[in-house]
């Protein structure tokens, strides 16, 4: 975990001077659309079982609509996926998202949201219960409408019989305001 947060802090430096020097505002109004890709960290236990992490590939889409500068509200889709000795992993969240930037021209956020959670083990079964996002992230605004955006994410899922899974996310997409 702290090289995943080590990770994003030098992601994100950069990012935070890259946009105080492009001199784009940060405006968020009406629609908004995102999607990224990057690494995730898939760990999952029930009764009396646990496993170690397993790193693969991972993305998120996200879509909604602006309430305030301050504040959005969207769904958003997580999945992370590997092929692990020949059968096939993925486990996915689908969340109703609140994004929150404390400053109304900046570019920081921070994001919760509950939903769906999904763990697929092909050939021994699937598990579905409630899911909840948490995360963090930067825009940075690169043209009047479009920002690249390193983000965090963390996605949980508490599924049937008592088994939980959660994805540590490090990512980086793009989104359209």
Known sequence: MRYVLAALVVAMAPAASVASAQGRPQTRDGFWIGFG??????????????????????????????????LLLGGETNGWTKDDNGSKVTAANASVA???YPSPVGGFFLKGGLGWATLDIEGLGNETGPGAVFGLGYDVRVGTNMSIVPVLNFNYGALASDFKQNVVQVAVGVTWH
């Open 37 to 70: 890709f990057g690494y995730g960290s898939l760990g999952f236990s029930c009764n009396g079982c646990s496993t170690s992490r397993e790193g693969a590939f991972s993305g998120y889409l996200k879509m909604g609509g602006t309430l305030s500068p301050k």
């Open 98 to 100: 609140l994004y929150f």
